[in-house]
């Protein structure tokens, strides 16, 4: 049990109590508690949504030369916006779009995760939220590519 509770941990970035509860609720079923997590974060994300995202970070992404990304994220304090959690879910922002022909935060967010396919990049957003314990925004982000107009 202990394992389990490491691993979810880990995967989902609650805390200790939240992934037992978890567990407990589904039985000592991994994926059902994980699920259970994700949507206990959503909710949480829903209750922060409200709160001003006045701090953050921009990041960038050059792929070889050819296509350049630049994306533009908010959070509540400074204090997260130096959280590795946040850097890393910013940069992998800079990526998928990179990969993507998103134009909007609005396609961005209901795109599936180039990582994780059965992720969306709101659900993404989501758990970072919840590791986070703060409102997060996607601002912005503009994407150049070499011979596109």
């Keep these: 049990m202990l394992e ?3 691993k979810l941990r880990e995967k989902t970035g609650a805390g200790v109590m939240d992934v037992k509860r978890a567990l407990d609720e ?3 079923d991994a994926k059902k508690a994980e699920k259970i997590l994700n ?3 959503a909710a949480v994300a829903q209750k922060k949504s409200e709160r001003s995202t006045s701090q953050g970070l921009i990041d960038s992404y050059l ?3 050819k ?20 850097k890393k879910f910013v940069h992998e922002l800079c990526l998928h779009i990179a990969s993507s022909e998103v134009e909007t935060v609005e396609q961005l967010q209901d795109q599936e995760y180039f990582r994780e396919p059965s992720k969306k990049i709101s659900d993404l957003l989501n758990e970072t939220i919840a590791k986070t314990g703060e409102n997060i925004r996607i ?3 503009v994407k150049f590519a070499l011979g596109q107009e």
């Excluded at 350049?68 to 959070?75: L, S, T």
């Design 139 to 141: 601002k912005r982000f």
């Design 26 to 28: 589904a039985a000592g």
């Design 4 to 6: 389990e509770i490491k």
């Design 67 to 86: 296509i350049g990304v630049m994306v533009e994220v908010n959070c509540e304090t400074d204090f997260v916006s130096r959280n590795e959690e946040f």
């Design 39 to 41: 949507e206990r974060g």
């Design 63 to 65: 792929h070889m030369g």
